[in-house]
């Protein structure tokens, strides 16, 4: 797909690795809109990238059609790649599971990001073309120690890719799920401040990359599955 021109629908924008991919794909020439849950981190990081933005929070899952429909006003009712990025997460054991904890992740991680995709489907399936990407993790491969929700929310994201790989690739929609490991970003962080980089640790600029790579592919072909890792993070 040629960036230039293309109609580019980010969520979770306004930080670490939206912020870095919606910078990337401005300067491709694409017209790109964020969503974010702050106003005031959204009009901070639009002079860095040059993006559009709304205040859109995705695991407020009542008001995602809406939402969704002020979107597509700004982009004329065009969506050409929709980025699932947004996403959250922390670490319980198994001892102290709740159901509280699940809902809150699995409302962005999961429910958000589902219900957001099926609004902007029906558009892609009437112009037979589009490009789908799930931001998962490389915790949606294996599970680890204290990963009981976040991991398990990332493996559905998994599931939920592969589906929507079955069903939409007789409309030409590709559909691809981005797994990077550590990356050094304000995830997890709940004043959300970003890390300093670390030298052997994957920035967002690697993310970034690869999410320009999986879009300018071919349209006659698409990347399934792709797996992002530090060369030597020990």
């Given at each position: 797909?040629?960036?230039?021109?293309?109609?580019?629908?980010?969520?979770?924008?306004?930080?670490?690795?939206?912020?870095?991919?919606?910078?990337?794909?401005?300067?491709?020439?694409?017209?790109?809109?964020?969503?974010?849950?702050?106003?005031?981190?959204?009009?901070?990081v639009?002079e860095?990238?040059?993006?559009?933005?709304?205040?859109?929070?995705?695991?407020?899952?009542?008001?995602?059609?809406?939402?969704?429909?002020?979107?597509?006003?700004?982009?004329?009712?065009?969506?050409?790649?929709?980025?699932?990025?947004?996403?959250?997460?922390?670490?319980?054991?198994?001892?102290?599971?709740?159901?509280?904890?699940?809902?809150?992740?699995?409302?962005?991680?999961?429910?958000?990001?589902?219900?957001?995709?099926?609004?902007?489907?029906?558009?892609?399936k009437?112009?037979?073309?589009?490009t789908?990407?799930n931001?998962?993790?490389?915790?949606?491969?294996?599970?680890?120690?204290?990963?009981?929700?976040?991991?398990?929310?990332?493996?559905?994201v998994?599931?939920?890719?592969?589906?929507?790989?079955?069903?939409?690739?007789?409309?030409?929609?590709?559909?691809?799920?981005?797994?990077?490991?550590?990356?050094?970003?304000?995830?997890?962080?709940?004043?959300?401040?970003?890390?300093?980089e670390?030298?052997?640790?994957?920035?967002?600029?690697?993310?970034?990359?690869?999410?320009?790579?999986?879009?300018?592919m071919?349209?006659?072909?698409?990347?399934?599955e792709?797996?992002?890792?530090?060369?030597?993070?020990?």
């Open positions: 797909m040629d960036i230039k021109g293309k109609n580019i629908l980010l969520t979770g924008g306004s930080l670490g690795i939206g912020k870095e991919t919606a910078k990337a794909l401005v300067e491709k020439g694409a017209n790109v809109l964020i969503t974010g849950r702050s106003e005031d981190r959204l009009k901070k639009i860095y990238t040059g993006a559009k933005y709304i205040v859109f929070d995705i695991s407020d899952l009542d008001n995602i059609s809406n939402k969704t429909k002020e979107c597509l006003q700004i982009l004329e009712n065009r969506v050409d790649v929709l980025i699932n990025n947004a996403g959250t997460g922390f670490r319980r054991n198994i001892e102290d599971l709740n159901a509280d904890d699940f809902m809150t992740i699995y409302k962005t991680n999961v429910f958000g990001l589902s219900l957001l995709t099926k609004e902007i489907t029906p558009l892609m009437n112009n037979k073309s589009g789908i990407i931001i998962g993790s490389t915790a949606s491969l294996k599970g680890y120690n204290g990963g009981s929700i976040y991991s398990s929310s990332k493996f559905a998994r599931s939920l890719t592969q589906c929507w790989q079955a069903e939409l690739r007789p409309y030409n929609i590709r559909v691809c799920q981005l797994n990077p490991s550590e990356v050094t970003t304000a995830f997890a962080n709940k004043e959300r401040i970003e890390r300093d670390i030298p052997n640790k994957l920035t967002t600029k690697e993310i970034a990359h690869s999410i320009v790579s999986v879009i300018e071919d349209d006659r072909g698409f990347i399934n792709l797996n992002v890792w530090a060369t030597n993070p020990f």
